[in-house]
Each structure stands twice: as structure tokens, then as C-alpha cells.
Nanobody
Framework: QVQLVESGGGLVQAGGSLRLSCAAS????????MGWFRQAPGKEREFVAA????????YYTESVKGRFTISRDNAKNTVYLQMNDLKPEDTAVYSC??????????????????WGQGTQLTVYS
């Protein structure tokens, strides 16, 4: 079992920045690929970013490339999502997920075994 707790969401003006954190506890964090997904009201859950267990490979959905950066600190059992140049369309509940899968599979929500409750990000113009 892996328990995941997200933090760092909030209200931010368009163009601003925010960093989300996801703290993991339970089984060895470094064994898992990690991903961030988001879901806006009335919309499907959407892949945002993922990172391999080592941190050596990262993946992003097209709409956040160049603005968001995913990273991890295995010593702290934490994964981060640095979000810059935020836009109103980034408004959603962001959740982190853990997966034993690797590579491109990390872009699929079905690859994940564990997830947190999520944290709300609201971007206003």
C-alpha cells in the first residue's frame, strides 16, 4: 500500500506560479513511477505529467509543456509539480498517482495503483 497526500493548491492569478507537492508513505516510494492528473468540473480526468521511478524520464501533456515541471525527491518520498504561467484553463482538482508501470504507460490513468484525494487549483483572470 502507498498513501499519497497532495498539498499546495490554491487560488492564483493568471500568469502566476504555484508548486504542488505529493507526499508518499508506505511501500518504497522509489519503486514507483509517479503522475499528476487533473479533473475540471464536467470534464474527464486528464493526464498532466509523469516521472519515472528514477526521475530520468518525464512526460507532459501538450498543453503544459514549457510551463509545468515534474520532479521528485526519493529521499523525501515526495513528487512535485511546478506550475508557471498559469492559465484559467488549468483550473482543476490535481491528484498524484503511483504506478509500477514504466515509460509511456505512465500517461494512462489505468496504469496507476494508488492515488491521493487531490488538491484544488483555481486560476482567475
Amino acid at each position: 500500500q502507498v498513501q499519497l497526500v497532495e498539498s499546495g493548491g490554491g487560488l492564483v492569478q493568471a500568469g502566476g506560479s504555484l508548486r504542488l507537492s505529493c507526499a508518499a508513505s508506505g511501500r518504497s516510494f522509489s519503486n514507483y513511477g509517479m503522475g499528476w492528473f487533473r479533473q475540471a468540473p464536467g470534464k474527464e480526468r486528464e493526464f498532466v505529467a509523469a516521472i519515472s521511478w528514477s526521475g530520468g524520464n518525464t512526460y507532459y501533456t501538450e498543453s503544459v509543456k514549457g510551463r509545468f515541471t515534474i520532479s521528485r525527491d526519493n529521499a523525501k518520498n515526495t513528487v512535485y509539480l511546478q506550475m508557471n504561467d498559469l492559465k484559467p484553463e488549468d483550473t482543476a482538482v490535481y491528484s498524484c498517482r503511483a504506478s509500477v508501470m514504466t515509460g509511456q504507460m505512465l500517461q494512462s490513468v489505468s496504469a496507476y495503483d494508488y492515488w491521493g484525494q487531490g488538491t484544488q487549483l483555481t486560476v482567475y483572470s
